[in-house]
C-alpha cells in the first residue's frame, strides 16, 4: 500500500514563496507518476501539477503557470511543488497523489488516474 504524507503548508502573504514536500512509502517511487492537486473553500479539487516518472515530463495548470515548479527526487521518494509569487486565490488544500502503470514520460492529469493520495496540506495567502 503506497502512502503520501504531504508537508510545507502554511500561512504566507501575497506574493512570498512555499516549498511542499510529499514523501512516499510502501511502494517503489520510481514507477509512479506524481501529481499535486490542490481544493479550495466550496471549489472542487483541481489539478495544479504533474511530473512523469522519469522526471522529464512536466504539466501545469494554467493559473500556475510560470510561478509553480513540480520538482521528484527518486532517490528520496520524495516530489516537491515550489511555489512562488503566491496570490490569495491559491488558498487551498494542497493534495499530492501518486498514479501507476504509465509510461516512463506519460503526465497523467486527471484525478480518476491517481488511486493514491495524500492527506492534504493546507496553504493561506493573505493579501
Known amino acids: 500500500q503506497v502512502q503520501l504524507v504531504e508537508s510545507g503548508g502554511g500561512l504566507v502573504q501575497a506574493g512570498g514563496s512555499l516549498r511542499l514536500s510529499c514523501a512516499t512509502s510502501?511502494?517503489?517511487?520510481?514507477?509512479?507518476?506524481m501529481g499535486w492537486f490542490r481544493q479550495a473553500p466550496g471549489k472542487e479539487r483541481e489539478f495544479v501539477a504533474a511530473?512523469?516518472?522519469?522526471?522529464?515530463?512536466?504539466y501545469y495548470a494554467d493559473s500556475v503557470k510560470g510561478r509553480f515548479t513540480i520538482s521528484r527526487d527518486n532517490a528520496k521518494n520524495t516530489v516537491y511543488l515550489q511555489m512562488n509569487s503566491l496570490k490569495p486565490e491559491d488558498t487551498a488544500v494542497y493534495y499530492c497523489?501518486?498514479?501507476?502503470?504509465?509510461?516512463?514520460?506519460?503526465?497523467?492529469?486527471?484525478?480518476?488516474?491517481?488511486?493514491?493520495w495524500g492527506q492534504g496540506t493546507q496553504v493561506t495567502v493573505s493579501s
Open positions: 511530473v512523469s516518472r522519469s522526471g522529464t515530463s512536466i
Open positions: 510502501g511502494g517503489t517511487f520510481s514507477t509512479y507518476a
Open positions: 497523489a501518486a498514479a501507476l502503470g504509465y509510461a516512463l514520460v506519460s503526465v497523467p492529469r486527471l484525478q480518476y488516474q491517481y488511486p493514491y
